[in-house]
């Protein structure tokens, strides 16, 4: 009589409230940073969506409008003088944002004596506070600053950096690049490490030089890298703020003809007359923008690569 085979029991699974814990768990670490999201993020731009169809006041919660805002800023003339300003900002600022720290990286990217203070000192602005540098910018480009002081000393006479509408906007410009150089800088810095140099030693075997090397095997290289800085570059340019408005004062310079969109945002949504609904509609008009130069340099990037 052959012995009866033992009978082999399955584990048991995990229990109820051990499935309960394991699904929960993951959500706990997370509402920290998702309550600050949903309070500092989320529900801030959900507000200015609703407030822009409204004619919200700084102290009243105003009456729902529809597209009026909208509508009114076709006829406001500040908004069409702020849009110029702030697309000729994109055009101007963005490819010496994307192309001069490509060329200070390949510089510095060289093992020579004394490189690492040029690294630092390229890159000080950047940790420097945007107030302070738009300060000491605007004494340089005064009527009696550095810069004047030196024109007259070879008898060009005072510019008025300042006091002309598209010298001041220029001068900002020339100020958001700088700043930013020694930030994209290092992101391009990156990229270079990660490029072969095999590939550069075979472009000299067969005879290309400096310029041909560097168009034929740098930029493709860093291709992804330049995309990237060019989007950054674009949002950061649209939504220029700080420079101008220390430049050219909270008037937007001469007559206001240097005021950039998010400018109009706050002078018009601020005050105890502000119009919060008028900035509001303002403000997404500027979060569209953003958003759509972003999509197109994706987009120009995606095409180029497909081709």
Known sequence: MRPHPAVRRTPAGPSRHVRTHRAISPWLFLLPGLAVVVAFDLYPFLSTVHKAFTDARALAPGDWVGLRNFRDMLDDEQFWVALRNSGLYVLLVVPFTVLLPLLLALLVEKRLPGVTFFRSAFYTPVVASVVV??????????????????????????????????????????????????????????????????????????????????????????????VLVGALSSVAAFKVFSEVYLLAGPTGGPAGQDTTLVMLVQRTGTGLGGRVGYASALSLVVFAVALLLMLLVLRADRGESTS
């Open 133 to 226: 540098v738009s300060l000491i910018w605007g004494w340089m480009l005064d009527d009696r600053g550095l810069v004047n002081g030196i024109l007259r000393f070879f008898g060009a006479g005072p510019v008025a950096f300042l006091g002309d509408e598209w010298l001041l906007l220029f001068s900002a410009m020339a100020l958001t690049v700088w700043k930013g150089l020694g930030y994209y800088m290092i992101v391009y810095l990156a990229a270079l490490g990660n490029v072969p140099r095999e590939l550069h030693e075979a472009a000299a075997v067969d005879g290309a030089g400096a310029l041909r090397r560097f168009t034929s095997v740098t930029v493709p290289a860093v291709r992804s890298t330049m």
